[in-house]
Nanobody, 116 residues
Framework: QVQLVESGGGLVQPGGSLRLSCAVSGSIFRLYAMGWYRQAPGKTREVVARIDSGGSTNYADSVKGRFTISRDNTKGTLYLQMNSLKPEDTAVYYC??????????WGQGTQVTVSS
């Protein structure tokens, strides 16, 4: 079975940095597009960044210039480097592996809290 496990979340001060990781098992990782999503209390889940199987990336306007999504196909791991963090970045962050015609697979989420 496909499993995704996020790690790297925590409490950081505004302006700080954090790197999230998502370890994927049970699939041929390099074949699939991946994404990072986040959801804050009382808000809908939103896409933060996506990366396709060829390495092309897309970012939400709110994180452009601050976040970088990347993938290491030899390790089967997805990353999100987050710099210049703001309080409004506080949310549970989820990674997702996409499947054409299906719902895809989600990780359990990792909490990111940006506060002084």
């Amino acid at each position: 079975q496909v499993q995704l496990v996020e790690s790297g979340g925590g409490l950081v001060q505004p302006g700080g940095s954090l790197r999230l990781s998502c370890a994927v098992s049970g699939s041929i990782f390099r074949l699939y597009a991946m994404g990072w999503y986040r959801q804050a209390p009382g808000k809908t889940r939103e896409v933060v960044a996506r990366i396709d199987s060829g390495g092309s990336t897309n970012y939400a306007d709110s994180v452009k210039g601050r976040f970088t999504i990347s993938r290491d196909n030899t390790k089967g791991t997805l990353y999100l480097q987050m710099n210049s963090l703001k309080p409004e970045d506080t949310a549970v962050y989820y990674c997702k592996q996409e499947r054409v015609g299906l719902s895809g697979y989600w990780g359990q989420g990792t909490q990111v809290t940006v506060s002084s």
